[in-house]
């Protein structure tokens, strides 16, 4: 089992930058697939970017993409999010999920094992 922790969320400024970190422990995090989801008021939580084991393949939704970057550090048991050119629009509870043993890009919600409690974004106009 692996417990996931999210920082870095805030309030931000249209057109301003935020990095969140998802820091993970308990069993190895180089045998995790990660992925980043969120979730704004009245909606379902949806895909944002993903990575496999290695951080050698990532994905992304049609509406980050070149804005966000996803990044891991095995060592540091550590998944990023770099968000830049917020809008407001990117306004949501950001989580990050883990998938044990899998070193494909998920980008399906219901295939993740494990959830953080999630971190708030918020994006003012």
């Known amino acids: 089992q692996v417990q996931l922790v999210e920082s870095g969320g805030g309030l931000v400024q249209a057109g301003g930058s935020l990095r969140l970190s998802c820091a993970a422990s308990g069993r190895t995090f180089g045998n995790y697939a990660m992925g980043w989801f969120r979730q704004a008021p009245g909606k379902s939580r949806e895909f944002v970017s993903a990575i496999n084991r290695s951080g050698s393949s990532t994905d992304y939704a049609d509406s980050v993409m070149g804005r966000f970057t996803i990044s891991r550090d095995n060592a540091k048991n550590t998944v990023y999010l770099q968000m830049n050119s917020l809008k407001p629009e990117d306004t949501a509870v950001y989580y990050c999920?883990?998938?044990?043993?899998?070193?494909?890009?998920?980008?399906?919600?219901?295939?993740?094992?494990?959830w953080g409690q999630g971190t708030q974004v918020t994006v003012s106009s």
């Open positions: 999920a883990a998938r044990y043993e899998s070193d494909i890009v998920i980008v399906t919600r219901s295939e993740y094992d494990y």
